[in-house]
């Protein structure tokens, strides 16, 4: 049996990974690691990451049809166009575009989601080492107190921003007999509940038609960030050690040649930053709650260098925008706002807890019911104008509880035990940012369908109907664009999910659509000659399992040679493309552009198409004395 060198390879680094944990393990302590995990999580595994991580991989498997099609998944469905798509609205923040989008954002959540998990625990915070948190199904006892949250003991805990902060003081005040105390609770209903909740956020607030569970990680970065600000930059570097792994293992040995390829928009361009940037501050937010509640502040230096570390790594700067082919990054305030937001959060997260004086308090409650009152006024305008249609109704509905909660943060009443409280108002400041970043997602997602939205040439599959257009204006906004379009009036889809360009360079595409529980595929073939001295020739055939169309047909293109008196004109046909010779704006003849090996006689001219051996297919002109080339096919 002959063993090749990638299987030699991929054996050769998950043993040595293997070995290398275990090594890292006994450096730190077995008993120590294993003590850390079970006192924060039952019986020492992160149950709740688990379970997020494998409802997004089941998502992509088996709703996108991933488990058949795993380099190409079912992608048009799950995005967020509209808010009466409910579909898109729920799934598209679990939903992925390819393998590489699915495993980028999984592998950094194996690493943050249980972190974020460690922090809120399986355990009530004010459990002690006498006894076993009841209904868990667990006996034992643990045989030294359970570290505290935020402890940051050298032999007990896990390092956190400040070493110098002593452990908060554990009590007893809790029995365990609530439902929400119950660690089976606490790590399978409460813990995913939570990463649903922040999902379906960001999915309804993300700007641009979006898709991926990028927004649910960044706002674990957030939230584990806010109590362990060294750790999560570590951890973010464990996170791209963990992609190279796997990158190594699945491709052992990787060979590349240099090629070209199609005019393709810069990387960053790609990147939404704003669902990013929600995401993250819904985890800061959930966080600060969180600490605060346990009396537990991190340090603030620490704090501030790792935020700002964090998000200029993890490209929280990269504002853009995008006019045309023309792509904007604007990085100077793009910094700027990192920097600002940076302070900010340090500055909230560490704030004292001064109670205002009455009057002071008295007039934040009182602006803070002008704020709702004016969300209401706001609602009821666009309403007035626009009137109670589905689109209308849904938006106000999204836009309006937004827009209150800043002034819900500030308005409840001493009574409830919430007094208002410097750190109360920056924490208000800190929402409104939030709610500033999230809001103008809701003018794309309010956009209507025109009713002549289809472009002509149109396969019709299931409620999609695709086909290939140039300078196509859009159904749902004012913009113009070429390539394979992809129109749904029921999901309001209107997209080009191939531009003419790919589809140039590459000659064939594929486009799955579907939605949950089914899929087909539209198979896009483009044909043509590159014509000497102009435009080229080519036509846009699409093709199910029932059916095949002539999508689009360029115009005639004239070479720029003149041959004996004589100019040719390709023309694109029906059963492929043929010739045309004119002489003094006059027509002489016609003919089919012969297949390679073969020669057609038109007029006195003579045309006969040659294939190389590079695979290139040229089509020439001849004379009795001469030979010149008049296209090349694509």
Request: hydrophobic content about 45%.
């Amino acid at each position: 049996m002959v063993v090749d060198v990638a299987t030699l390879t991929r054996v050769g680094v998950a043993v040595t990974a293997v070995v290398a944990v275990l090594f890292g393990v006994s450096l730190a302590g077995r008993q120590r690691v294993r003590r850390v995990l079970t006192d924060r999580f039952l019986y020492g595994v992160p149950w709740g990451s688990l379970v997020v991580i494998v409802g997004v991989f089941a998502f992509y498997l088996f709703a996108q049809s991933g488990l058949r099609h795993w380099n190409e998944p079912v992608v048009v469905a799950f995005r967020n166009w509209a808010y009466p798509y409910v579909t898109g609205m729920i799934t598209s923040a679990f939903a992925h575009a390819s393998p590489s989008h699915l495993l980028g954002n999984m592998l950094t959540t194996v690493v943050l989601a249980p972190l974020a998990e460690f922090i809120w625990g399986h355990y009530p915070y004010e459990r002690t080492a006498t006894r076993s948190p009841v209904g868990s199904g667990d006996s034992r006892v643990p045989d030294s107190p359970e570290p505290a949250e935020f402890d940051t003991s050298p032999t007990t805990g896990i390092p956190s921003g400040d070493p110098d902060t002593p452990a908060p003081e554990e009590t007893d005040t809790e029995d365990g007999s609530r439902l929400r105390d119950r660690p089976v609770v606490r790590a399978l209903v409460v813990f995913p509940g939570v990463v649903l909740a922040v999902s379906l956020l960001t999915s309804l607030y993300a700007l641009g038609w979006s898709l991926g569970f990028s927004g649910t990680v960044f706002a674990f970065l957030g939230f584990v960030l806010l109590r362990y600000p060294v750790l999560t930059a570590v951890a973010l570097l464990g996170a791209s050690l963990v992609s190279t792994l796997l990158n190594t293992f699945l491709t052992p040995v990787l060979r590349a040649t240099a090629e070209g390829g199609p005019p393709q928009p810069p990387a960053w361009a790609g990147v939404n930053v704003q669902a990013h940037l929600l995401g993250f501050l819904i985890g800061v937010a959930l966080a600060l709650c969180l600490l605060w509640h346990r009396d537990s502040l991190p340090d603030p230096a620490r704090l501030f260098g790792a935020t700002v570390l964090v998000a200029t790594v993890q490209g929280l700067w990269e504002l853009s925008t995008a006019d045309g082919g023309t792509f904007t990054r604007y990085q100077g305030i793009g910094i700027v706002f990192v920097l600002v937001l940076a302070m900010l959060i340090t500055y909230v997260a560490t704030s004292e807890n001064n109670a205002a004086t009455d009057r002071v308090a008295t007039a934040v409650r009182g602006v803070a019911v002008l704020w709702l009152l004016g969300s209401v006024g706001v609602a009821a305008g666009v309403v007035a104008l626009f009137g109670t249609d589905t689109m209308t109704v849904l938006s106000v509905a999204a836009v309006v509880p937004a827009l209150a909660l800043p002034g819900a943060v500030l308005i409840a009443p001493d009574g409830v035990g919430v007094p208002v409280t410097s750190r109360r108002l920056l924490f208000a400041a800190l929402v409104l940012v939030t709610v500033v970043i999230a809001l103008p997602s809701v003018a794309g997602n309010s956009l209507g369908m025109e009713s002549d939205a289809v472009p002509e040439g149109a396969v019709t599959v299931g409620d999609y109907h695709v086909s290939y257009a140039e300078d196509a204006t859009s159904g749902r906004t004012e913009t113009t664009d070429s390539g394979l379009v992809v129109v749904s009036e029921r999901r309001y889809v209107w997209s080009v999910t191939v531009s003419d360009e790919v589809l140039e360079h590459d000659g064939t595409a594929t486009i799955p659509v579907g939605g949950v529980g089914w899929r087909e595929t539209v198979r896009a073939e483009r044909t043509g000659w590159n014509v000497v001295g102009n435009d080229s020739v080519y036509v846009v055939d699409l093709e199910t399992d029932t059916t095949r169309e002539r999508s689009f047909t360029s115009a005639p293109s004239r070479a720029s040679v003149t041959l004996a008196g004589n100019r040719i004109v390709l023309v694109p046909t029906e059963n492929g493309f043929s010739l045309t010779v004119t002489r003094n704006g006059t027509e002489v003849g016609s003919a089919q552009v012969p297949p390679p090996g073969d020669a057609v006689t038109v007029d006195s001219l003579t045309f006969s198409t040659t294939a190389s051996r590079d695979g290139t297919t040229v089509l020439f002109a001849l004379t009795d004395d001469s030979r010149v080339a008049i296209a090349q096919k694509e």
